[in-house]
């Protein structure tokens, strides 16, 4: 066992990592590395690693491969800090591996409970960094403080109980002295939050109530008791604004999903973007994109911070394209609306008013016979990463042009079981397509588009070498930023629900795409 | 919610469902009756109105066989079938409604059943020969294989489905057999079943069973007829008797191995 010793215990390497506020907020200055769920703090999931580029990334090759201990989806969006990379795998892992090549370094696995209530897998998003402590979130809804160097665990706190229906899938952000985290649970009658914890002590030092409680303003667009069940989860990590020191963070849909007639009102602040203050939490304002939402629309996906000139003016905008099938251009400073735009094929809005409400069209709610509908369920796009290069200021988003026919069901609720209130399954009557696309930041207009066989699940990424990284299916795929040009692709075999990243480690640069049960990882030789 | 996992989910819930020793379902009037309603709008599609079958199997009988007792029937119309065309409900019906389908589902088998006419043994010979399905379709591994193969049909699809695909076969291609011609640019061309398909290139399997593949970026052409079947009618081939009796055959086809 010497040699197995020796090889879990790599201590002149692990001595290095240490990743102080001030190293993130700071990202720009160590483009090598990545720091935070989307690398920076912008969202914009943007590397300016240029070794790999549209000249030469026909020639990318498999450098390792990481296989995962156990089959469920592998989400994971890695960090990686100075030679370690550190991966959350299903259903309770989180590793340490040598970025170069592949090799464990150690290994932290959670003793979960049996009876976890979850609507869509056993999954992580990631963890995050702050000084020597890695965060990570749980399937039975706990924050884990974990030393960088070992794995070892330095506190565990109890977020909410998971027989209520809660869990965290999402990644952690670290924020100054906060870890900042959401939960998931929509499906469960859960009331959402989003979490501040003091990053050295776990103790919690806020809470933001997604719905608002009785007597506080936005509680009257809930009916009745309703917005005790509302769901308004917060499943992925949002955004960060060092210079007015705010987050946004996404949210999720009411409860039940497919059955609004008990919850009569806007319900705020489901699928939602929050700007909060994350030194106590405090709300600075909200913009709902669906306001009643019947459909499922989530608005979770990690929001994008950028800057572009709008009829002359400079404005610092926050970007998103919406599950609803909308793109959106919010001024990230007072959350009013800029501009709107469908990305993809709608039929439930005839568009958005002056202030960015959408105008719903009659006959658009689920109804016990079925209502057909673009988007889907699954949204114009999803979760995952949309990408935004400073290099080119385009927006790209990996978009799903697919229907769906919504049905409206039961909505008894009881604590921990499922609470929909109906369905809904995919339209076969239209062929189904997926495409990336590359959309003018200001305004959502289609610059170009690099069609897809089928709708992807799974998110992209951009470089400073010009390219465009994303997923089809299992393929993994890289695209001229500028043109929309397939430039290389690669079969990997299992189905892609992840994000790509990019680092640099010995002088060479690597990208990343968790695809299957295993983690790919490639580079030019 | 997201939406790709939610069948691995369910799998997780309705295991842990499954470790229950007795599923009770309910078996009132408003139950059986919210039950036909759910079946009507999820169900009947495929397994006909009074459950009599169609595109999926009749469960107008006593005996489901996969779903031998209550709990295994709750688990099929939740979970679905793996590697079969049958989907999950759960992201449709809550758990008391997967419950109340099922309770209209058992109410099904205890009406008597019509037995299918013909004669089975008379319909194996038009089979063979008159037929020559065996050019397109395999049994037990003896057979072409340009067509379904049809081993255990009589469980998967209904005698009135059946003898409606020997009538008019392009009323309903099964999935996985989208005829599709393919031209390279070097002028090649290929007409068969498609097999796989992604965004970078298409395989397709003709009708002696070649199995042809191409990257996108080589063909000139992909043409996709939905909805077209490269098997003949045989209304104008066969009498009604030796329909009747082909049927018969094809019916009494209820076990895969």
């Known amino acids: 066992m010497r040699s197995l010793v020796l090889l879990f215990a790599p201590v002149v390497l692990l001595a290095q990592v240490n990743v102080p506020y001030e190293r993130i907020r700071d990202a720009a200055k160590e483009p090598g590395n990545w720091l935070t769920y989307s690398r920076d703090y912008t969202g914009q999931r943007y590397s300016p690693l240029d070794q790999i580029n549209t000249s030469n990334v ?74 020597d402590t890695l965060y990570y979130a749980t399937l039975d809804a706990h924050l884990v403080a974990l030393d960088a160097r070992t794995g070892s665990v330095r506190w565990d706190v109890t977020m909410a109980d998971y027989k209520g229906g809660y869990s965290s899938t999402g990644a952690p952000l670290a924020v100054k002295d906060k870890i900042i985290i959401g939960m998931a649970g929509g499906e469960y009658g859960v009331r959402g939050f989003i979490d501040g914890y003091d990053a050295k002590t776990g103790k919690r030092a806020w809470r933001f109530n997604i719905i608002p409680s009785k007597g506080e303003p936005g509680n009257e667009t809930w009916a009745g008791d309703s917005w005790k069940t509302g769901s308004a989860t917060s499943w992925v990590t949002g955004a960060y604004d060092a210079e007015t020191n705010t987050v946004y963070w996404g949210t999720g849909n009411p409860g039940p999903d497919w059955n609004g ?30 306001p009643h939402d019947e459909n499922d629309w989530d608005s979770t996906q990690t929001p994008i911070l950028t800057e572009a ?58 109804t016990a016979e079925g209502t057909l509908l673009w988007p889907s369920l699954a949204g114009g796009s999803n979760w995952y990463s949309s990408t935004y290069s400073p290099k080119t200021a385009l927006y790209y988003v990996n978009v799903k042009e697919l229907a769906g026919i919504y049905h409206k069901g039961d909505t008894d609720y009881k604590a921990g ?104 990882v490639f580079s030019l030789d | ?37 759910l079946f009507e709008h999820h169900c009947a599609l495929c397994h ?74 008379r319909g194996a010979e038009i089979y063979r020969g008159k037929g020559n399905c065996t050019a397109c379709h395999s049994i037990q591994g003896e057979g072409g294989v340009a067509g379904p193969d049809l081993a255990g049909i009589a469980a998967r699809r209904s005698a009135g489905y059946l003898r409606e695909s020997l009538v ?21 061309k290929v007409t068969g079943a498609r097999v ?53 055959y094809l019916a009494s086809l209820k076990e895969e191995k």
């Open chain 1, 309 to 366: 000139t709008v009829q002359g003016q400079p404005r610092k905008m926050v970007v998103l394209a919406n599950r609803n099938g909308f793109y959106y251009a919010l001024d990230r400073v007072s959350g009013k609306f800029i501009s709107g735009k469908a990305y993809v094929k709608q039929t439930w809005a005839s568009g958005l008013d002056e202030a960015g409400r959408p105008m719903r069209l009659p006959n658009t709610t689920p």
């Open chain 1, 261 to 290: 007639d008990g919850r009569k009102g806007d319900n705020l602040y489901t699928d939602s973007l929050l700007a909060l203050d994350p030194d106590t939490g405090a709300k600075k304002w909200h913009f709902q994109y669906t």
């Open chain 2, 196 to 248: 796989n398909e992604d965004s970078f290139s298409i395989h397709v399997r003709d009708n002696s069973g070649r199995s042809h593949s191409f990257w996108k970026s080589d063909l000139a052409q992909i043409d996709k007829q939905r909805g077209k079947s490269p098997m003949p009618s045989y209304k104008s081939q066969l009498s009604e008797d030796e329909m009747t009796d082909l049927v018969a």
């Open chain 1, 417 to 520: 079981a499922l609470f929909n209130g109906g369905g809904q399954r995919d339209y076969k009557g239209e062929e189904p397509y997926g495409a990336v696309r590359a959309l003018e930041v200001a305004t959502g207009q289609l610059r170009w588009e690099y069609k897809l066989f089928s709708p992807s699940h799974a998110g992209l990424m951009s470089t400073g070498g010009g390219l465009v990284f994303g997923s089809n299916s299992s393929a993994f795929f890289a695209l001229d930023a500028q043109k929309g040009d397939l430039l290389w692709r690669f079969e990997t075999g299992g189905g892609i629900d992840a994000n790509p990243i990019s680092y640099m480690s010995e002088g060479k640069q690597f990208v990343v795409i968790p695809s299957g049960h295993a983690l790919f």
């Open chain 1, 58 to 131: 026909g020639k990318l090759r498999i450098a390792w491969v990481h296989q995962a201990h156990e089959l469920d989806g592998f989400e994971t969006s890695p960090i990686v800090v100075d030679g370690t990379m550190f991966i959350s795998q299903p259903p309770n892992i989180v590793e340490a591996l040598h970025a170069a090549s592949g090799r464990t370094l150690w290994h932290y696995q959670k003793d979960l409970p049996t009876d976890l209530r979850l609507c869509c897998g056993k999954v992580n998003r990631g963890v995050a960094i702050l000084g």
């Open chain 2, 48 to 121: 006909g109105p009074k459950g009599e079958g169609g595109r999926g199997p009749m469960l107008a009988r006593a005996k489901l066989s996969r779903a031998p007792d209550d709990a295994a029937l709750v688990k099929v119309i939740g979970e679905g079938i793996r590697g079969t065309e049958m989907p999950g409900g759960e992201n449709e019906l809550s758990d008391h409604e997967i419950r109340q389908t099922a309770a209209f589902v058992r109410s099904l088998g205890r009406v008597p059943v019509k037995p299918v006419a013909g004669n089975p043994a």
């Open chain 2, 1 to 37: 919610m997201k939406l790709a996992m939610v069948c691995l989910v369910f799998g997780a819930v309705a295991a842990a469902a499954g470790t229950e020793a007795k599923v009770k379902l309910p078996n009132s009037r408003a139950d059986l009756a919210r039950g036909e309603k």
């Open chain 2, 168 to 188: 008019d076969p392009e009323a309903a291609v099964p999935e996985g057999y989208l005829l599709v011609t393919v031209v390279a640019k070097n002028g090649e």
